[in-house]
């Protein structure tokens, strides 16, 4: 591998080129191993290429002579795990699993990111290994101890294996659909009929590939059940706090299902949901509301989880109220109905 930073003076052949094609077949070539117009494109996208000491975009035109800067690498550095004291609320312990309530803004694992440290910082499973120092290797160097996941802006409850027998029973306690999870989530809208179960496959979006979708071919099955607890006519619109259990757990399945029916979770703006909220009615609205809120994640939260421990049979059951965040948009919301209509139970 050729050091960096590095800097290439483009050739006469790269006239009429875009910047990102041309750079994807040298850096394939210095580097011995493929370099893709993406990977490239992301280079770009994050300042580490310079084209006469200035920063340039993707589809820029070539004319021959420029100097380019390449401020590092091409290729990504491997993912890792390492131990880092990062504070945990663990519910419940024993030698053989961990129960721990992730805060929203976590990866669980190392992932995608701009920078290294971005990468593979201030991950659940860093911070399980310092305080753990040894979990399962089932789930390989980068998941130790992972049974299951939750996404990066949920919160919520999560088993954890401490050794590999466990992490055994407990993945076929989830595969065989023996493991209960419930979340709740506040969605936009009143949902047609108050509890309901949506059986729509889930596949990854053709085009937007960090999407999942219901509308793809191939999908995977998944079932959610849904139970609306508390329906809120506000200023800022109507919204439902439901309680979801899932039977099934693939990518982003409480957040697709959902925006499949019209009504996504609040915050989720990646499924459709707006980015703030906003007041349609300052008639409504009570004194000192603000005209806007917002939500820096998605309203979704692994509430409570119940499984059977793997070694002594004993059947578990474990439950965590809303955290703060979610808890304090709720309450506004109520506030802001107070010279309106009143909350509604669900039925």
Request: no cysteine.
């Amino acid at each position: 591998m050729p050091k960096f930073p590095m800097t290439l003076v483009v050739s006469s052949d790269g006239a009429g080129q875009r910047l990102d094609q041309y750079l994807a077949a040298h850096l394939s070539e210095i580097t011995s191993s493929e370099v893709s117009r993406a990977r490239v494109q992301q280079l770009i996208d994050r300042g580490e290429v310079l084209v006469n000491a200035t920063a340039a975009k993707a589809s820029l035109r070539l004319k021959g002579d420029e100097q380019i800067m390449l401020k590092g690498p091409p290729h990504a550095l491997p993912l890792r795990a390492m131990a880092e004291e990062i504070a945990l609320d663990i519910v419940y312990e024993d030698d053989d699993l961990a129960i721990v309530n992730k805060p929203a803004g976590m990866m669980v694992h190392a992932g995608a990111g701009a920078t290294d440290d971005a990468r593979n910082r201030g991950t659940l499973v860093n911070a399980l290994l310092h305080h753990f120092k040894t979990l399962s290797g089932v789930g390989g160097d980068l998941r130790p101890g992972i049974v299951h996941r939750l996404d990066r802006a949920t919160s919520g409850l999560m088993v954890v294996a401490k050794n590999d027998e466990s992490h055994q029973r407990l993945a076929k306690q989830f595969s065989g659909r023996e493991v209960h999870k419930t979340y709740l989530a506040l969605i936009h809208g009143w949902p047609k009929e108050d509890r309901g179960t949506i059986q729509s496959a889930i596949s990854r979006h053709s085009q937007r590939r960090t999407r999942m979708t219901t509308r793809g071919f191939g999908g995977r099955e998944a079932v959610t059940h849904y139970k609306v607890q508390r329906k809120i006519d506000s200023p800022y619109g109507k919204f439902a706090l439901v309680e979801v259990k899932i039977e099934t757990g693939r990518t982003h399945q409480i957040r697709v299902h959902m925006s499949s029916l019209g009504h996504p979770v609040v915050g989720d703006s990646l499924y459709g949901a707006p980015g703030e909220l906003r007041s349609q009615s300052n008639k409504r609205r009570a004194a000192g509301m603000p005209a806007t809120m917002k939500l820096d994640r998605n309203f979704l939260h692994s509430a409570a989880l119940e499984l059977v421990h793997p070694r002594t049979k004993e059947s578990l059951k474990f439950s965590r109220p809303l955290p703060e965040d979610l808890q304090t948009l709720m309450d506004s919301l109520e506030v802001a109905v107070a010279e309106g209509p009143r909350a509604e139970p669900g039925h």
